[in-house]
């Protein structure tokens, strides 16, 4: 049996964020952190305080209501960034300072305008600082994988001195291939004279594709912790995918001497979760989280499912949070046998009224379409509201006849007063949408709108994904539903929702590792 402990290190919150049209509010961030919770990730990145005030009230709120896994900061090597960072780190049971410094050539040259000797004392001035606020204190080389090796390995000396207990390499623009990155970490840890007081990280960029590879090739050469995000979100390519590292590493025991604490049946709904919120669906052909993963059309290898599952499936979907695809509720179910396909699911509404709620919304779902699979499920649980929504869809009535522009009647509830206004557009979706501005006024620019099915069939739900943006600021919208036009509606409204609630929200970010 493995002994070894392989930390996992979730960046979602922090550099999945980075993530072009990826922002999330408060409440967002708090689901996502309960969920990674509940996954049992070891470390949370929380966030980049220093980057704007709302990034310091969400590290700040997760710090004071998630206990199960350590919270961590990010800041740069500069005072300002590490007091800020300490500040929303205090109500932390386990708070993490996490600091940076580039140490690649083009990086010091061009970015940092910096000698190696100014890095170095940098670096060190930076750490010493954090540890007067926490002795769990990570550093990183910002783009590791482009520096000079002797250089990178006195840094790393110096930090490890100075009282960095975790040390993460970073693949910064995800230029290494797998052999030479975990040949580098190899290096690394051989020839830093006092590596064996520190856990050495990595933290890989998908630019070719190869972040998840580069990682566990980083594992095989002695690194203990990987940084990845769920569904690999992040800025560019994204990083390496959370799912994708956690199974493999399960899967092939007989190749790794460690595993991770990961309640991976948790996975799939951390996935969908994470994709409603940002808006960002999951793509049918990903690896672990993807609608076909466990998925067999092959008349080959249909047969040796069938005689046996091995021949084909190296995991089992219910290893990630799946029962299996055959639909065992309908619209006669009652609560015990909902509840029970909750508890199977790992779906555990927190309180009564949540459980009502989800009941409710199976309900009408159920009287929408006769097959309900567990991927139906599992959306309603990942897009319950957090807070009171100042916008409540009410009624729609939508019409289409050939030759002729589609009217939508639409009717809202906006802070408990009842709103309607008629309008026609060049399709049912457009005057759908044309009167919801009537109704509101918000004065938005829609500028994403995407259509995905969440399960097989003519009646299945349709998720529809809308960003809206107004004075630099992002917004993403999530709504389901059979009826396609409905989902739209929804959507709109819940980005509506997070436009009225944080009209003033500060979307620029800093960049980090």
Same mark, same amino acid.
């Given at each position: 049996?493995?002994?070894?402990?392989?930390?996992?290190?979730?960046?979602?919150?922090?550099?999945?964020?980075?993530?072009?049209?990826?922002?999330?509010?408060?409440?967002?961030?708090?689901? =996502?952190?309960?969920?990674?919770?509940? $996954?049992?990730?070891?470390?949370?990145?929380?966030?980049?305080? =220093?980057?704007? +005030?709302?990034?310091?009230?969400?590290?700040?709120?997760?710090?004071?209501?998630?206990?199960?896994?350590? !919270?961590?900061?990010?800041?740069?090597?500069?005072?300002?960034?590490?007091?800020?960072?300490?500040?929303?780190?205090?109500?932390?049971?386990?708070?993490?300072?996490?600091?940076? !410094?580039?140490?690649?050539?083009?990086?010091?040259?061009?970015?940092?305008?910096? @000698?190696?000797?100014?890095? /170095?004392? %940098?670096?060190?001035?930076?750490?010493?600082?954090?540890?007067?606020?926490?002795?769990? /204190?990570?550093?990183?080389?910002?783009?590791?994988?482009?520096?000079?090796?002797?250089?990178?390995?006195?840094?790393?000396?110096?930090? =490890?001195?100075?009282?960095?207990?975790?040390?993460?390499?970073?693949?910064?623009?995800? &230029?290494?291939?797998?052999?030479?990155?975990?040949?580098?970490?190899?290096?690394?840890?051989?020839?830093?004279?006092?590596?064996?007081?520190?856990?050495?990280?990595?933290?890989?960029?998908?630019?070719?594709?190869?972040?998840?590879?580069?990682?566990?090739?980083?594992?095989?050469?002695?690194?203990?912790?990987?940084?990845?995000?769920?569904?690999?979100?992040?800025?560019?390519?994204?990083?390496?995918?959370?799912?994708?590292?956690?199974?493999?590493?399960?899967?092939? +025991?007989?190749?790794?001497?460690?595993?991770?604490?990961?309640?991976?049946?948790?996975?799939?709904?951390?996935?969908?979760?994470?994709?409603?919120? %940002?808006?960002?669906?999951?793509?049918?052909?990903?690896?672990?989280?993807?609608?076909?993963?466990?998925?067999?059309?092959?008349?080959?290898? +249909?047969?040796?499912?069938?005689?046996?599952?091995? %021949?084909?499936? /190296?995991?089992?979907?219910?290893?990630?949070?799946?029962?299996?695809?055959?639909?065992?509720?309908?619209?006669?179910?009652?609560?015990?046998?909902?509840? @029970?396909?909750?508890?199977?699911?790992? =779906?555990?509404?927190?309180?009564?009224?949540?459980?009502?709620?989800?009941? &409710?919304?199976?309900?009408?779902?159920?009287?929408?379409?006769?097959?309900?699979?567990?991927?139906?499920?599992?959306?309603?649980?990942?897009?319950?509201?957090?807070?009171?929504?100042?916008?409540?869809?009410?009624?729609?009535?939508?019409?289409?006849?050939?030759?002729?522009?589609?009217?939508?009647?639409?009717? $809202?509830?906006?802070?408990?007063?009842?709103?309607?206004?008629?309008?026609?557009?060049?399709?049912? #979706?457009?005057?759908?949408?044309?009167? !919801?501005?009537?109704?509101? +006024?918000?004065?938005?620019?829609?500028?994403?709108?995407?259509?995905?099915?969440?399960?097989?069939?003519?009646?299945?739900?349709?998720? #529809?994904?809308?960003?809206?943006?107004?004075?630099?600021?992002? &917004?993403?919208?999530?709504?389901?539903?059979?009826?396609?036009?409905?989902?739209?509606?929804?959507?709109?409204?819940?980005?509506?929702?997070?436009?009225? @609630?944080?009209?003033?929200?500060?979307?620029?970010?800093?960049?980090?590792?």
């Amino acid at each position: 049996m493995n002994n070894e402990n392989l930390i996992i290190f979730d960046t979602t919150l922090r550099d999945g964020e980075q993530s072009p049209g990826a922002s999330m509010d408060i409440d967002e961030k708090m689901q =996502i952190a309960y969920a990674l919770e509940e $996954l049992n990730v070891d470390i949370i990145e929380a966030g980049f305080p =220093i980057a704007s +005030q709302s990034d310091f009230k969400a590290v700040q709120e997760i710090s004071r209501n998630i206990k199960g896994s350590s !919270i961590c900061a990010l800041a740069r090597a500069l005072e300002k960034d590490i007091e800020r960072a300490a500040d929303s780190l205090i109500d932390a049971k386990s708070p993490r300072i996490h600091t940076f !410094i580039a140490t690649s050539p083009i990086h010091m040259e061009k970015k940092l305008k910096m @000698q190696p000797s100014e890095v /170095i004392k %940098t670096a060190v001035d930076a750490i010493a600082l954090a540890k007067n606020f926490t002795n769990d /204190i990570e550093f990183s080389p910002e783009d590791a994988g482009r520096s000079d090796l002797d250089f990178l390995c006195d840094v790393i000396e110096s930090a =490890i001195d100075a009282g960095a207990n975790t040390i993460n390499i970073p693949d910064t623009v995800g &230029y290494n291939l797998p052999h030479q990155f975990g040949d580098l970490i190899h290096k690394i840890i051989k020839n830093v004279s006092n590596s064996n007081k520190a856990i050495f990280s990595v933290h890989c960029h998908n630019d070719f594709g190869l972040a998840v590879g580069n990682s566990l090739s980083a594992v095989l050469n002695g690194a203990r912790q990987v940084e990845c995000t769920i569904n690999g979100l992040g800025e560019r390519a994204g990083n390496a995918a959370l799912e994708e590292i956690v199974m493999t590493v399960r899967t092939r +025991q007989d190749i790794f001497n460690c595993d991770t604490r990961i309640n991976s049946k948790m996975i799939m709904k951390s996935s969908r979760l994470v994709s409603g919120i %940002t808006g960002f669906p999951v793509q049918p052909n990903k690896a672990i989280v993807g609608k076909n993963a466990f998925a067999h059309e092959s008349g080959i290898h +249909q047969d040796g499912i069938i005689k046996s599952r091995e %021949t084909y499936e /190296i995991m089992r979907a219910e290893d990630i949070g799946l029962v299996s695809n055959s639909l065992v509720l309908g619209k006669h179910s009652g609560r015990n046998a909902f509840k @029970q396909k909750l508890i199977d699911l790992n =779906i555990m509404p927190k309180t009564s009224s949540e459980f009502e709620d989800l009941f &409710y919304k199976f309900k009408d779902l159920a009287d929408k379409k006769h097959e309900i699979f567990d991927e139906d499920l599992i959306n309603l649980s990942s897009n319950l509201s957090v807070t009171a929504n100042l916008i409540n869809f009410n009624y729609m009535n939508v019409v289409t006849e050939s030759g002729k522009k589609p009217s939508a009647l639409i009717k $809202l509830e906006v802070d408990g007063e009842l709103l309607e206004a008629e309008s026609k557009g060049d399709g049912a #979706v457009d005057a759908a949408f044309n009167a !919801i501005e009537e109704i509101i +006024q918000s004065n938005c620019k829609l500028i994403l709108y995407s259509v995905n099915n969440i399960t097989s069939g003519t009646d299945s739900q349709g998720e #529809v994904t809308v960003r809206i943006t107004k004075d630099k600021s992002t &917004y993403n919208g999530h709504g389901a539903d059979t009826d396609i036009v409905k989902a739209s509606v929804l959507a709109l409204i819940n980005a509506l929702n997070k436009l009225k @609630q944080n009209p003033n929200q500060d979307s620029s970010k800093k960049r980090g590792v």
